[in-house]
């Protein structure tokens, strides 16, 4: 009974960011559902083995892994896996009332999902991971099995990479 309720609170915790991180990997919302629904069935399967304080790393590592796999079989060569449309969304500010600056920021967003894109995508992981997910340092270590000096250079070479690939872009301009 225990087990059954920390696995409800888990999942309701979750859920939500588990399908957002698979479909930031694979683009396709079905394929991540796909994913995400594997990902807690798995857990509810060990939930007598992950700590509840490790769930959430945890989630995340099998997550990425069967995302991971259904790449491999799609048979696809490595092709950049697209960050979905939903990954960064336009906050609007309320205290922009300027539908121009609110249009602008909507585009910024667009390029920056393109640029995060591109990177591949070991440091795609590790960039949303902690960017859009809130994961602390060890936690994405744990998670993508990576030493966690080598998530915190991934960390640095995307960021620097991002910034790159933005400055090279005609259309991106500083606001």
């Not at 991971?68 to 906050?91: F, G, K």
């Not at 960017?131 to 060890?138: A, C, F, T």
């Not at 990479?161 to 500083?174: G, S, V």
Request: one cysteine or more; charged letters at 30%; hydrophobic letters at 40%.
């Amino acid at each position: 009974m225990i087990r059954e309720l920390e696995f409800k609170l888990l999942c309701h915790r979750h859920r939500d960011e588990i399908y957002r991180y698979a479909r930031s990997i694979l683009g396709n919302g079905a394929d991540a559902e796909d994913a995400a629904q594997e990902a807690l069935f798995r857990l509810w399967k060990n939930i007598a083995d992950v700590p509840v304080l490790h769930a959430r790393p945890w989630l995340f590592r099998t997550t990425r892994n069967l995302c991971l796999d259904q790449i491999r079989r799609r048979n696809a060569r490595y092709s950049p896996v697209s960050v979905a449309d939903d990954t960064l969304e336009a906050v609007p500010d309320d205290s922009v009332a300027d539908p121009v600056q609110q249009a602008d920021s909507a585009f910024h967003t667009g390029r920056l999902n393109t640029a995060i894109q591109r990177l591949p995508e070991t440091l795609r992981s590790v960039f949303v991971l902690y960017e859009l997910h809130d994961l602390r340092y060890r936690d994405i270590a744990e998670t993508l099995g990576l030493p966690l000096n080598t998530v915190k250079v991934y960390l640095s070479r995307a960021r620097a990479r991002l910034q790159q690939l933005l400055t090279e872009d005609p259309t991106w301009t500083k606001s």
